[in-house]
């Protein structure tokens, strides 16, 4: 199986910061990588696929890299309506998400 | 509008046998594979396996082969999860999924159901 480690489990931001979250596979899992988003009582939602593909109707301020066994998401200048947590997911091998990162309000 | 709709929340009892539904709407529902994704309560998802409505072609994760059944109903675009004895270590939000396209691979899932919350207590 592969495993998916996120990190950091938990951050603190302000609005109008830059925040990355890194997500490490623990083999190779070539750019077979999605992050979705979840919002408190709601249903994950697509934001990247394939690591760096915006869903339609994503802000830009989202982006995704990496390839390989590293990967991160990026929020360019984080807003309101961007506090939740993050998963990836790994598609290569079956599939398997990472534990989370949860984006707080500094 | 491409829609996945749960049915409602249960509540059951350890022993009792249960099927959940997840009806599609929007798209050819035979064409697309749907996954369903396991969130205890405070927790993170846990995929449990994947079904392909047009021949009910089925995958299950190795953590939940054996524990569930999940079906699918092409004629009324409706996908199932069904457990034959509860544990009150069920309990939890289920989310069904579909495949997000038909060249962003099975696993890749978008939209999702609002979820189904099952709550398993003597």
């Known amino acids: 199986d592969i495993q998916m480690t996120q990190s950091p489990s938990s951050l603190s931001a302000s609005v109008g910061d830059r925040v990355t979250i890194t997500c490490r596979a623990s083999q190779r899992v070539s750019n077979y990588l999605s992050w979705y988003q979840q919002k408190p009582g709601k249903a994950p939602k697509l934001l990247i696929s394939?690591?760096?593909s915006l869903q339609s109707g994503v802000p830009s301020r989202f982006s995704g890299s990496g390839s390989g066994t590293d990967f991160s998401l990026t929020i360019s200048s984080l807003q309101p309506e961007d506090f939740a947590t993050y998963y990836c997911q790994q598609s290569y091998s079956t599939t398997s998400f990472g534990q989370g990162t949860k984006v707080e309000i500094k | 509008e491409v829609q996945l709709v749960q049915s409602g929340a249960e509540v059951k009892k350890p022993g009792e046998s249960l099927k959940i539904s997840c009806k599609g709407s929007g798209y050819r529902f035979f064409d697309y594979w749907i996954g369903w994704v396991r969130q205890r309560p405070g927790k993170g998802l846990e995929w449990m396996g994947i079904i392909y409505p047009g021949d009910s072609d089925t995958r299950y994760s190795p953590s939940f082969e054996g524990q569930v059944t999940m079906s699918a109903d092409k004629s009324i675009n409706t996908a199932y999860l069904q457990w034959s004895s509860l544990k009150a270590s069920d309990t939890a939000m289920y989310y069904c999924a579909r495949q997000a396209s038909l060249s962003s691979g099975w696993y890749t899932f978008d939209p999702w159901g609002q979820g189904t919350l099952v709550t398993v207590s003597s």
């Open positions: 394939a690591a760096s």
